[in-house]
């Protein structure tokens, strides 16, 4: 049963009440704002802006506009500076809680000396360290109708994976890396600890900060049981402006979401709260008429490319973040206690592919997780870092499938002839839409706990000790035979992870090196519970499974900075990864057949390129990325769609199709990928990217010592030829003075590839290449921001695994709205 939206109304009261309490809270800091131009009168964007002798500073806003918090009363020195300014210094005297300061700054040629004060940018540090990241800033994206995942599908070098429209099952593709090879971290916690209705389906991008996206070797904070790379989505914290934001958005096939966030900090005693909600609603009613859509007629014969709409594929989630604690206080830079919950219901429209459609079939999933985090800056000693993320999570997924009628994508059943006359086809006695009538209970219960100690040896030398401890607790549940209750499969995974880092810095920082080791201990247990005939009674006799992992693994980055903005990035890693829960006993939810015999994989990656900028000539800036990577694969975990699965009872209608997780022998993957952004006078930003591979089956020989028939092929079901483009231009005191127009343009291209072994036109997913447009209006005062988005505005054929066909052209409009900004 799904939770009440009453979970955000009471968000909206608590926060309000700390609104309340903060009005009444006095002060000897203050905050100034104002907004910087130049002598002609056009707003300054992305100048330094910061109090002399103090570290108060921020940037100017796209708009010109700046914000300065907690600056303490008397006389104070502003400083303003830039590469593409002259610097300026002014006096102000601070002696009331709130000031106005605006400034006029002169252009000027780029100043070597002023770039070498210009501090980097915390996007900038991260894909300067060695690793092969990007960063994705959501501050424009929060604006518009856009989710995360669609954000992760433009970055380069990623496809996400999802099997229809919003709700539906979502796996992540990192140049041909995917499944349990990529971690998919919330605040470098594996997002699945907090179960399927609360993930990148659902968080918006106005919750997030940033998103890194590693590829190959990862930072020693996410140390995991991980060898292709990661996406790690970093949640908004900063508490120096205590706000309550919200947004609502309504669209095609009836879509509705809905999110709310707050935050408040008290300056004196360091108290602080954050609190965020998220509703989301849709028919998902979007019409499919590909090559993989068809209609069974009363005959038999199929007729191909069929037009209909999807039914049977609802999707309600509803979701609340809340915590709790301090920030930058003497014993903690953070502590915080929180607490998850989330709901979702989903229908379930079909199996791994559009082989038929389902009606009846639904899963509900339910998550309570509390979480406790900590992190201190020279803890007990100067040098020593400290910080702890734990997590315990109690998870329900719940799937029903009772109903035996054979449908069709005209919504009807399906018919046949008989006796000379059209008439529905029967229902099979005891079948639901997926095999034999089920209702399907798993329970899960799961700790999951990062605990990192880092030591500054002496500056540009860190050592980092990282135990990483996850475990799985999982019970099976048949609820359509109550008297088989105590017929329960119970399984259990353990995973501990112990890594050791260290960094360190030459050449006057110019060379950065990051060394790892880690050792891998999985344990996986499962007890099966079989009927057998004893003196001719039947007995449950529990039979317990049990194997046990260690491996070893290590891996290396390096960065050189050539010259100027010119770096030179590189890494190598030889590790193991292990199967998750989900890949070795199965997701009835998502069609997936267990597999216990899964072995780990293991993979030796090695990654080299460069990244270049930004460049500035005047008004033009240019930004150059570029990568070439080699991987080579043993024992690849990859999924398989399982062909023609003839469930009993329906042999004459042997179309069901679902999957599991294999072991693959050896593979090869070569490729490369790069990026190119420009932006002009701080109006236009372009964005280009690209990314090129293969990834090829190298078991040359089977197990009977024969040539193999598969050797050399493509791996089937995985896009390796990508490339997206967007441009985005600016118009200031558009209709109204200090408002901010912004127009925008995406496109998309995803080449054909495979969409199972077989080789023939049919069982190949055709060329992709869809085309977006938007627009937003931020009102004069800042606080409210309406935008526009056409996607996939002419109508082209889109899919995704197994050629199931994602929704065609949609229009949606959305509001964000400050409630309010208070000190």
Do not use: C
């Not at 190959?216 to 060898?227: E, I, N, W």
């Not at 219960?445 to 030398?461: A, C, E, K, V």
């Not at 889109?798 to 208070?822: A, E």
Request: aromatic share 12%; no cysteine; hydrophobic share 35%.
């Amino acid at each position: 049963m799904l939770l009440k939206p009453s979970l955000l109304l009471t968000a909206i009261v608590t926060l309000l009440h700390f609104y309340t309490f903060a009005q009444t809270t006095g002060s000897k800091t203050a905050t100034i704002k104002g907004k910087i131009s130049d002598d002609k009168g056009s707003v300054v964007s992305f100048v330094t802006i910061r109090v002399n002798g103090t570290s108060i500073a921020t940037f100017s806003d796209t708009d010109g506009t700046f914000t300065l918090k907690e600056v303490p009363y008397g006389h104070q020195e502003i400083m303003i500076t830039s590469v593409e300014i002259k610097a300026k210094t002014a006096k102000f005297h601070v002696h009331k809680p709130a000031h106005e300061f605006n400034a006029v700054v002169t252009k000027t040629a780029q100043d070597l000396n002023e770039v070498q004060i210009v501090q980097k940018t915390e996007k900038k540090q991260i894909e300067t360290q060695g690793f092969a990241v990007a960063v994705i800033e959501t501050k424009e994206a929060s604006l518009r109708n856009l989710t995360t995942n669609e954000l992760l599908d433009r970055a380069v070098g990623v496809r996400v994976r999802q099997n229809g429209g919003i709700g539906s099952r979502v796996e992540y593709n990192l140049n041909g890396m995917s499944g349990s090879a990529v971690g998919i971290f919330l605040d470098g916690i594996e997002i699945s600890t907090y179960g399927s209705s609360f993930n990148l389906n659902n968080i918006p991008p106005a919750m997030i900060e940033r998103i890194e996206v590693y590829k190959g070797v990862l930072p020693s904070h996410l140390t995991g049981d991980y060898v292709g790379g990661a996406i790690n989505v970093v949640l908004k914290k900063d508490a120096s402006q205590n706000n309550i934001t919200a947004a609502v958005a309504y669209g095609s096939f009836n879509t509705f979401q809905a999110d709310l966030s707050g935050i408040y900090r008290n300056k004196q005693t360091g108290f602080t709260t954050r609190a965020s909600g998220f509703y989301t609603y849709t028919d998902n009613s979007y019409t499919t008429w590909g090559k993989f859509s068809k209609f069974v007629h009363p005959d038999r014969t199929l007729e191909r490319y069929y037009r209909a709409k999807r039914f049977n594929n609802a999707y309600k989630s509803i979701g609340g973040r809340f915590e709790i604690g301090f920030t930058n206080v003497k014993w903690a830079d953070q502590f915080f206690l929180g607490y998850n919950i989330s709901d979702t219901y989903s229908e379930i429209p079909h199996g791994t592919t559009m082989a038929r459609p389902y009606v009846g079939r639904f899963g509900e999933y339910q998550a309570h997780v509390v979480s406790l985090n900590y992190n201190k800056n020279n803890f007990l000693v100067k040098g020593l870092a400290v910080n702890v993320n734990a997590v315990r999570s109690y998870r329900s997924t719940y799937v029903q499938d009772t109903v035996g009628q054979v449908y069709n994508w005209d919504g009807n059943p399906r018919m046949l002839i008989r006796n000379g006359e059209v008439v529905p086809v029967p229902p099979t006695p005891g079948m639901g839409q997926q095999g034999a009538k089920s209702i399907v209970e798993v329970n899960r219960q799961i700790t999951n706990m990062r605990s990192n100690l880092g030591y500054t040896l002496f500056p540009g030398h860190r050592i980092s000790l990282n135990h990483k401890l996850e475990t799985t607790d999982r019970d099976d549940n048949d609820l359509l035979n109550p008297e088989r209750k105590e017929m329960v499969t119970v399984s259990s995974v353990m995973n501990n992870i112990l890594a050791l880092n260290y960094e360190a810095q030459f050449l006057s920082d110019k060379l950065k090196t990051n060394l790892l080791g880690k050792y891998t201990s999985n344990r996986t247990i499962q007890t099966r519970p079989e009927l057998i005939e004893q003196n001719s009674e039947n007995v449950i006799n529990r039979v317990r499974n049990k194997t046990v992992n260690h491996n070893r693994g290590y891996g290396a980055t390096v960065s050189y900075n050539v010259f100027s903005k010119m770096y030179i990035i590189g890494s190598t890693q030889n590790a193991y990864v292990t199967a998750t829960e989900n890949q070795l006993y199965g997701d009835p939810e998502n069609n997936i057949l267990e597999n216990p015999g899964l072995i780990p994989e293991k993979n030796i990656n090695y990654n080299l390129g460069f990244r270049h900028g930004p460049v500035q000539l005047g008004k033009h800036k240019l930004t150059l990325y570029a990568s070439a990577f080699w991987r080579n694969g043993f024992d690849k975990i990859t999924q398989q769609a399982v062909e023609n699965a003839i469930v009993p009872g329906r042999e004459s209608d042997a179309d069901i199709q679902v999957t599991k997780y294999v072991n693959l022998g050896r593979t090869q993957s070569r490729g490369f990928e790069g990026e190119v952004i420009y932006v002009y006078d701080n109006r236009l930003n372009a964005l280009f990217n690209f990314s090129k591979f293969n990834t090829l089956f190298k078991q040359e020989f089977d197990q009977k010592g024969n040539p193999h028939d598969l050797y050399n092929l493509q791996l089937p079901n995985e896009p390796f030829f990508t490339m997206n483009g967007s441009v985005q231009y600016r118009l200031n005191d558009k209709f109204q003075k200090n408002s901010i127009l912004n127009f925008y343009y995406n496109t998309g291209f995803v080449g054909a590839f495979g969409t199972v072994w077989m080789e023939s036109e049919w069982f190949t997913t055709p060329t992709q290449f869809y085309h977006d447009f938007g627009a937003s209006y931020r009102f004069p005062n800042g606080k409210m921001v309406a935008s526009f988005d056409l996607k996939n505005m002419l109508n082209a054929e889109m899919y995704d695994n197994f050629g199931v066909q994602k929704p065609g052209r949609s229009i949606s409009v959305k509001l964000n709205y400050t409630i309010s900004k208070f000190l």
